[in-house]
Every structure is written in structure tokens, then in C-alpha cells.
């Protein structure tokens, strides 16, 4: 089956800081990216779209000077969280979408991210 | 704006039960994917529905789409420990590029 991976797997970074997170696809060309956060117990909450060589389209509330996002390659996707606050923390996965015969999306095996 | 809500939220059960998680939605959806999550890893494609009425099993899990469209259901019998984890409903529309509503998780613990 198709393979999305993602990395870290987990990040531990000082207020203030900035952290990227990186989303691959592996075994196919992902013409679509998702990007989700999750809090503890709760489900998956779409935070932006985005398609390879055009920029993303962020859903509502969702900072996109503060989530940057990058989908420069059929194959990568990065996630940037600009001054991260204890806010901030939370497990974020990104989802990742082929071409015509790759219809659903697969995620990868998500980051979390705790700010101190 | 598409909407699942997903019930119950949370089930804690016995080993050998039996259970049913349902998922509704006002809107119809083009097909219905279920996925499993564990803690700290990401969701894991169970099964995709995609016809009014169909009827899938994935040995002792039972997915149903309803006949309209708008809802679906997971049964598991004889549950088990190992089915321990976050049970998400997502639908699709094919219309909106199968981009996935999510339903809001039934977290179940099966207890030995």
C-alpha cells in the first residue's frame, strides 16, 4: 500500500522557537497534501490544503503566517510552526493524496510536538 | 459544511462483547472510510464504503453504508483487547476532490 511518512515522530522545542515538520510520500506522487492537528482524545481537525507548486489554502482560524506551509516537490510537504507557544502543542498529521487511481488519502504517523 | 457526528464517544467494554459505533451525517457522501488510531501513531485505513446499503466485513468487524448515503455503522463482535484504540469515520464527496470529513472519534477500550 501507498506509504506516507512523516518526521519526527515527536519534537520537543523551547517557546519561541520554530519547528518544521516534514511529510513524505513515499511509493507515489502526491499531488495533495493535508494537514491535520489533533489534541489528546479529540479527532482530526483539517488545518490546510495544499497542492504541489501552488500555495495552500488554509482553513478557517487557522494562522497561515504561523503554520507555514511548503508543498515544493510531488513528494514533500513541509510543515513550519513559526514562535511556537505551549499553545501550540499538539499532534499534528499530514495526509497525502495521488494522482487519478490513488483516490483516498493516506496519513503518516503524525508528530507531536510539545513546547516548553 | 459537511457534518458526521459520531456516537458514542467514549466505550469501555468487557472482552467478548459485542458493540456498534454509528456515524450519521444530514449530507450525503460520495463513500465513507472508517480508520483506526492508536495513541501517538497516525490513522490507519480500515475499509471504504462507497454504495448505498453495502455491507462489508473485516472478520469480526461489520461496516454498513445506509441506503441513503448519509450514515454508516461499525459493528465488532466477540471484542477483544487488541481492539483497543480511536475509531474515526471520515466521508467523501467526489465533488469536493474526496476531500474527508472527519466524525469526532469513538474511543474504545475493550477490558480483559
Known amino acids: 500500500g501507498a506509504v506516507v511518512s512523516q518526521h519526527p515522530s515527536w519534537v520537543i522545542c523551547k517557546s519561541g522557537t520554530s519547528v518544521k515538520i516534514e511529510c513524505r510520500s513515499l511509493?507515489?506522487?502526491?499531488?495533495?497534501m493535508f494537514w491535520y492537528r489533533q489534541f489528546p482524545k479529540q479527532s482530526l481537525m483539517l488545518m490546510a490544503t495544499?497542492?504541489?507548486?501552488?500555495?495552500?489554502?488554509?482553513e478557517q482560524g487557522v494562522e497561515k503566517d504561523k503554520f507555514l506551509i511548503n508543498h515544493a516537490s510531488l513528494t514533500l510537504s513541509t510543515l513550519t510552526v513559526t514562535s511556537a507557544h505551549p499553545e501550540d502543542s499538539s499532534f499534528y498529521i499530514c495526509?497525502?493524496?495521488?494522482?487519478?487511481?490513488?483516490?483516498?488519502?493516506?496519513f503518516g504517523q503524525g508528530t507531536r510536538l510539545t513546547v516548553v | 459544511t459537511q457534518l458526521l457526528e459520531q456516537s458514542p464517544q467514549f466505550l469501555s467494554i468487557q472482552e467478548g462483547e459485542n458493540l456498534t459505533v454509528y456515524c450519521n451525517s444530514s449530507?450525503?457522501?460520495?463513500?465513507l472510510q472508517w480508520y483506526r488510531q492508536e495513541p501517538g501513531e497516525g490513522p490507519v485505513l480500515l475499509v471504504t464504503?462507497?454504495?448505498?446499503?453495502e455491507v462489508k466485513k473485516l472478520k469480526r468487524l461489520t461496516f454498513q453504508f445506509g441506503d441513503a448515503r448519509k450514515d454508516s455503522s461499525l459493528h465488532i463482535t466477540a471484542a477483544q483487547p487488541g481492539d483497543t484504540g480511536l475509531y474515526l469515520c471520515?466521508?467523501?464527496?467526489?465533488?469536493?476532490?474526496?476531500?474527508?470529513?472527519f466524525g469526532g472519534g469513538t474511543r474504545l477500550m475493550v477490558k480483559p
Open positions: 495526509s497525502a493524496r495521488g494522482r487519478q487511481g490513488r483516490v483516498f488519502p493516506f
Open positions: 495544499s497542492n504541489e507548486g501552488s500555495k495552500a489554502t488554509y
Open positions: 471520515a466521508g467523501a464527496n467526489h465533488n469536493a476532490g474526496n476531500m474527508l470529513t
Open positions: 464504503v462507497v454504495t448505498g446499503g
Open positions: 449530507s450525503v457522501f460520495s463513500s
Open positions: 511509493d507515489f506522487q502526491a499531488t495533495t
